[in-house]
């Protein structure tokens, strides 16, 4: 959520950064400004109200000491319609305050200057390249016939126990979703992550703080009976551990690692993009999350990236490093990096990680600060999270790329978490 005192200190500078990102309701910039000032007016108001009926209650009883018992029944009624008239303004104080806060959460954060302009993926810059693209013959089959060919992941079978979009892993497939998982979590733990097991539901403040209410609630599993919601990521309940959380600034930075299901319901996505692993409701990923000092949250960005870099080197696949432009961007999101692999069969890029810097938009909402040691203030912190990595995507590459005539080969570092080196 932006602060106000951006909103009002620069608002030329906001309206211009909400351009970038192609954000077309800017009259929403006016409004919270015009409803603050209906607030501080209205607060302005009530406090003379208020210090005008206790300074009335402190004469009564003096009133009536020196025996003006009427002058003394007159303050009391003007302390009852001062009253009344607090109350009033009490309401549409809250009033005020609660339209203020529900048009301020519309506002999607500002992007880093170094945000390229721009309003769909085809405008999104490559910053960097690595890997070799594979050179398959012609019979190369896509992920999802080599899934069927060596029984490793079974669509259909998903299709029955829950619908589209929930495979079922078997055998090898299995033992290869654990090996990942286990390689990723032990690379962040060697980063300096500290794993959390966070649990897969969450309430609406925990929606809210990162970002995913109400910006995203149609894309995400809703459970009413309980109003829980399904997480669309670890980072949502991982990055809220800290919601209402005052850190010491010798805490920062806090570096979390967690794996978990993830669940989402993709509304509108259909066609081809769709087959097989490329877009699934539910899937595993291992996150990274990272709570920092202002002053160092970009250079931690740069970390973070190079960390993915680290796993999709290892793992031996072709990938490319994007800046996302301003109209791809994420609602929360002031700069990201997204890392696409190359599926070779399918002869596209997918993406498999997006690796963002929040700056203070979720803290705001989470009331995430820290204490400074300098003045003893508090200052909202920065938070930070990436996929390290996604595992459906990265799987489809893998079997593309590493077909061969003797089987799949394993890639050599998850050779030691799988038991073996082809599957066949």
């Known amino acids: 959520m932006l602060t106000l005192h951006l909103l009002k200190e620069k608002r030329e500078y906001v309206l211009e950064r909400l351009q970038v990102k192609q954000f077309k309701q800017l009259e929403l910039v006016d409004r919270v400004l015009e409803l603050d000032g209906q607030r501080r007016q209205t607060q302005q108001l009530f406090d003379a109200t208020q210090a005008e009926m206790n300074q009335i209650s402190k004469q009564i009883g003096q009133l009536i000491k020196e025996g003006k018992n009427q002058e003394a029944q007159n303050a009391r009624q003007q302390t009852a319609q001062l009253k ?53 013959p012609q019979e190369a089959l896509p992920h999802w016939d080599l899934a069927k060919k060596y ?26 979703q654990r090996a990942l998982i286990s390689f990723f979590l032990d690379e962040a733990q060697k980063a300096g992550y500290i794993e959390v097991m966070p649990p897969l539901m969450v309430n609406e403040d925990s929606g809210f703080g990162t970002g995913q209410l109400p910006d995203k609630e149609g894309q995400m599993y809703h459970v009413t009976a309980d109003n829980f919601y399904l997480i669309p990521t670890a980072e949502v309940p991982v990055t809220n551990i800290y919601r209402d959380v005052i850190l010491e600034a010798n805490e920062l930075p806090i570096k979390n690692t967690a794996y978990t299901p993830c669940f989402r319901r993709e509304a509108g996505s259909y066609g081809k993009d769709v087959r097989g692993l490329n877009r699934l409701h539910q899937f595993d990923k291992v996150e990274i999350v990272q709570i920092q000092h202002p002053d160092h949250s970009y250079q931690a960005l740069e970390e973070m990236v190079a960390h993915v870099e680290s796993l999709v080197n290892k793992l031996e696949l072709p990938y490319r490093i994007v800046k996302l432009c301003g109209g791809d961007m994420s609602f929360a999101s002031a700069l990201t990096y997204d890392f696409e692999v190359y599926a070779a069969a399918q002869q596209k890029w997918l993406e498999v990680s997006s690796v963002s810097n929040f700056e203070t938009f979720q803290a705001n909402r989470m009331k995430l600060r820290f204490r400074d040691p300098a003045d003893k203030k508090t200052r909202l912190a920065h938070t930070l999270n990436g996929s390290a990595l996604a595992l459906p995507r990265i799987v489809a590459a893998l079997l593309e790329n590493n077909q061969s005539p003797k089987g799949i080969k394993i890639p050599q570092v998850l050779v030691p978490y799988c038991g073996f080196e082809y599957i066949d």
């Open 84 to 136: 009344e008239s607090l109350k009033e303004l009490s309401d549409k104080l809250a009033s005020i305050e609660k339209e203020l806060e529900n048009t301020l959460v519309l506002l999607p954060n500002l992007p880093h200057p170094s945000v390229p302009a721009g309003k769909t993926a085809e405008d999104n810059v490559v910053v960097r390249t690595g890997g070799n693209l594979p050179q398959l």
């Open 151 to 176: 029984q490793i992941i079974d669509f259909e079978l998903g299709v029955k126990l829950t619908g589209a979009g929930f495979p079922v892993y078997l055998g090898k497939g299995a033992k290869l």
